[in-house]
């Protein structure tokens, strides 16, 4: 938007404009001249980002000294667009624009000088040796060798959300905090698998911890996945975690369906659940699309037969009549679950006169 400027004769205005985080800036003009005054810059300890206007170079720097923000900014830190850290030096603002730092950049300064071992005393506006504290939801390692969730600091050493001793054993209980320091990824990787085949589950936002589902041979299981929703039926095995279930049968979120193969979600990263009841039957009306069928009671997956509604017709084959089909009730007796069971119940006519032909064929 361009700016408007209002010519006003033999006057003199000035407008003072507040801008973020202390920075003023003083406008005078008339309708000859107009200039700036009284602009006041980074000051120290103040994170700055940078970015040169030509080949989009950037990074961040802690200010070094209050500095009229002429030619260079000089600097305790600055973290560079490579993530390297050079200290004590400064940067020439020609072609460059700067802004105050957000938090998350802030944050980036921070932890690269983490790794370094140094931290920055806001207070002393100062860099000093860095000294880890764990916080809550910390995956933490001891000096014998036990990995825990570090929850607070008590009496007796840090008090977990969970762990396992050094010897394996699942525990609730305290760690004492001798040589405590941050889990590396793969000791955070394992312990999360165990977590998984333990039962539990860890909300890391929330910081809470839950117990599991863990599904049975034949349950429905609901895997919720970045893409969409899958639900199959999970099929006996070695619980593993980190590794894909096996099933009876599998429809994707994209509608594709499997028998006997492996359910695509990773074990440890997806959210399981026991399937909702409109959930199942999206499976069971999927497989009888395709012909197939659960028994539930003898766990495998069969050809599907389809079944009456209590009150609705349904057709039998019969050689001896005229129609070669007979038109029953289905009352849920044991004389239609026999038919059932024998394969003679049919949903149309068509189907039970073909099969009274086949009867007479043989």
């Known amino acids: 938007m361009e700016p408007t400027y209002q010519s006003i004769k033999n006057k003199t205005m000035k407008k003072e404009i507040e801008l ?10 008339d309708e000859h001249t107009s200039k700036l005054s009284g602009v006041s810059h980074f000051k120290k300890g103040d994170f700055v980002y940078w970015v040169e206007s030509f080949y989009g170079y950037h990074g961040i720097i802690i200010i070094k000294e209050d500095c009229p923000c002429d030619d260079c900014l000089p600097y305790f830190v600055h973290l560079n667009i490579s993530n390297e850290i050079n200290f004590n030096s400064s940067i020439g603002t020609y072609h460059r624009t700067q802004r105050f ?15 370094m071992g140094k931290d920055w005393d806001f207070e002393k506006m100062e860099l000093v040796k860095f000294i880890w504290t764990p916080k809550p939801g910390d995956v933490c390692v001891n000096d ?14 840090a ?11 699942f525990t609730d209980g305290e760690f004492y905090s001798f040589g405590i320091r941050l889990a590396n990824r793969e000791e955070r ?68 369906l499997f028998f006997g193969e492996e359910m695509r979600c990773n074990r440890v990263k997806h959210n399981e659940y026991n399937s909702t009841e409109s959930e199942k039957q999206t499976l069971l009306d999927a497989m009888h699309s395709a012909g ?9 997956v069969v050809d ?3 079944k009456p509604k209590l009150g609705e017709s349904y057709f039998v084959p019969n050689p001896l009549s005229f129609d070669f089909y007979t038109i029953l009730s ?33």
């Open 20 to 29: 973020p985080k202390g920075a003023k800036l003083t406008i005078e003009y």
């Open 101 to 115: 730092a957000t938090k998350q950049e802030k944050q980036n300064v921070l932890d690269a000088l983490n790794k």
């Open 144 to 157: 014998k060798g036990s990995v825990f969730i570090f929850k607070k600091m008590c009496k007796n050493g």
């Open 159 to 169: 008090e977990p959300y969970i762990g396992f001793w050094s010897d394996k054993t």
């Open 189 to 256: 990787t394992k312990f999360f698998e165990r977590l998984v085949k333990e039962g539990y589950k860890w909300d890391s936002k929330k910081l809470e911890l839950t117990k599991r589902w863990v599904p049975r041979d034949g349950d429905f299981v609901t895997s919720v996945t970045p893409n969409g929703k899958s639900v199959a039926i999970y099929k006996r095995g070695e619980y593993k975690c980190g590794e894909f279930l096996q099933v009876y049968a599998n429809i994707l979120y994209n509608g594709c």
């Open 292 to 300: 197939k069928d659960w028994d539930a009671v003898n766990k495998k």
């Open 304 to 306: 599907y037969r389809w």
């Open 330 to 362: 289905w009352d849920n007796d044991i004389s239609d679950n026999t038919k059932l069971g024998r394969g003679l119940v049919f949903k149309t006519k068509e189907e039970s006169i073909s099969r009274a032909k086949q009867m007479l064929e043989k």
